[in-house]
């Protein structure tokens, strides 16, 4: 399972792609309605992910709070050498409820089986992924998932900006011996009812078209947008994110753009991220901004992370934030973590514990 992602609740929204989706995935899967399929266990795998959290000193979760951080099982099986079926089912905390996080098939058009072939551009692979997911934008999407993090707390600037998207709909995603592209069209711009943001009590649905008094027909029905990454080497990546949201008379309401980086050069690991948000209010344009960069190092089973970042939303001051943490890593499945985060005014600095455990 990859360690990758986390959010915080969703909209409950339908939409064109949820229709659309559900019409590809009959076309596509082999599966034959009002037959009955069974799954052998072999064929299925079975992994998840459970992290504790205690967090110290953060008026937004009521200035001191012990959780279960995050709680999921993720299943997925063969359905035949060129589709992947997967779902995570997830505990979310706040609800107190079972939920569906993520539901897709993934089709692989194309793998590289390392034949000759006459292909100038390189292709390794290329697939589509039909359902609902952690949409491809920027890279802190890739560590969603509380093991997959090494700060515990989420950067300022995706928490505020697109939140954690997660939603139903359609991907593409290809990949070469020197970039990657995702493309996307989802329902709009929701995120994971289970995989909560640690500062969601400060967030704002800045997503949406009004933050008052705000009806249906002002949430984004639709979104689309795309991730390009250009692999430098092996061991650097650049690449940027956009996204945009429709609303159902088809007017763009909302749209995002990103550029990150990524580097790491033997023990240490460095990366970086930039995202606008400009949306269009009940009477006004307004936009948000920020970046945060941080740096890793690991030395055996050990490692230290530093992470700065600072977010300003239009009409407001600049907000600027530090991090300093550190990590055990017990064995190849379990790690420990401490974060203590700076933020202007010593009555918002907090300090989060963290017991990760991949299964």
């Known amino acids: 399972m990859n360690i990758n992602r986390l959010l915080t609740p969703r909209q409950s929204g339908t939409g064109t792609w949820s229709t659309v989706a559900f019409l590809i995935v009959l076309t596509l899967s082999p599966i034959r309605i009002g037959q009955a399929q069974s799954i052998n266990g072999p064929n299925v795998d079975i992994s998840g992910h459970l992290d504790v959290l205690a967090v110290e000193g953060n008026v937004a979760v009521g200035n001191n709070d012990f959780r279960i951080g995050q709680f999921a099982l993720n299943l997925s099986t063969d359905v035949n050498d060129r589709m992947i079926a997967a779902a995570e089912i997830a505990y979310a905390s706040e609800d107190r409820a079972v939920v569906i996080d993520e539901a897709y098939l993934d089709w692989a058009l194309f793998r590289d089986d390392g034949r000759p072939r006459n292909d100038p551009i390189g292709f390794t692979e290329v697939g589509l992924l039909i359902g609902q997911f952690d949409v491809p934008f920027g890279i802190d999407w890739r560590v969603y998932r509380s093991v997959d993090r090494l700060m515990v707390s989420v950067p300022m600037v995706v ?21 990657t592209l995702a493309v996307f069209a989802v329902n709009g711009f929701n995120s994971s009812p289970a995989l909560r943001l640690d500062e969601q009590a400060e967030i704002a649905p800045r997503l949406i078209a009004a933050t008052d008094e705000t009806s249906s027909d002002l949430v984004p029905s639709e979104a689309y947008g795309a991730r390009f990454g250009l692999l430098m080497s092996e061991n650097a990546e650049i690449g940027t994110s956009f996204g945009a949201g429709y609303l159902a008379d088809n007017d763009q309401q909302s749209r995002l753009f990103g550029f990150d980086a990524t580097i790491s050069y033997e023990d240490l690991q460095l990366k970086g991220e930039f995202i606008s948000h400009h949306y269009d209010m009940t009477v006004d344009r307004t936009s948000d901004l920020g970046f945060y960069t941080q740096g890793a190092y690991f030395f055996d089973r050990y490692f230290g992370v530093l992470r700065g970042e600072t977010f300003h939303r239009e009409g407001g001051p600049s907000e600027y934030c530090g991090s300093a943490g550190a990590g055990w890593l017990v064995n190849r499945n379990a790690q420990l973590r401490a974060e203590y ?4 005014g010593s009555s918002n600095d907090t300090v989060y514990l963290q017991t990760a455990i991949a299964f």
């Open 341 to 344: 985060r700076l933020a202007e």
């Open 159 to 179: 928490a505020r900006t697109h939140r954690g998207w997660n939603d139903l709909g359609v991907q593409f995603h290809t990949a070469t011996s020197w970039a």
